[in-house]
């Protein structure tokens, strides 16, 4: 099993910043690649970015160029930085994490992240 436990996410202004974070635990020795999705209210969870274990990234067109997703190795954590945010950012984001052995997927309980003036 794996768990995933996300935060810093809160309101922010239009323009500001917000670092997700998602920290896993459990049998993570085998996890290969995770990611950031988020969904807004009434919406379908769309993918954000995902970064593998050879640190290679990956963005949705939206987040092309104001989103940077990491990773500590040492933490078994994962970040989204999130720049130049828009209103349309307004979402719960939720971490995902693949496992090949066994093979599973697995999701944290989402954090909200508003942006409003």
């Known amino acids: 099993q794996v768990q995933l436990v996300e935060s810093g996410g809160g309101l922010v202004q239009p323009g500001g910043s917000l670092r997700l974070s998602c920290a896993a635990s459990g049998s993570i020795f085998s996890i290969y690649l995770m990611g950031w999705y988020r969904q807004a209210p009434g919406n379908q969870r769309d993918l954000v970015a995902t970064?593998?274990?050879?640190?290679?990234?990956a963005y949705a067109d939206s987040a092309k160029g104001r989103f940077t997703i990491s990773r500590d190795n040492a933490k078994n954590t994962v970040y989204l930085q999130m720049n130049s945010l828009k209103p349309e950012d307004t979402a719960v984001y939720y971490c995902?994490?693949?496992?090949?052995?066994?093979?599973?997927?697995?999701w944290g309980q989402g954090t909200q992240v508003t942006v409003s003036s």
């Open positions: 970064i593998t274990t050879g640190g290679t990234t």
């Open positions: 995902n994490a693949l496992r090949t052995a066994p093979l599973a997927t697995y």
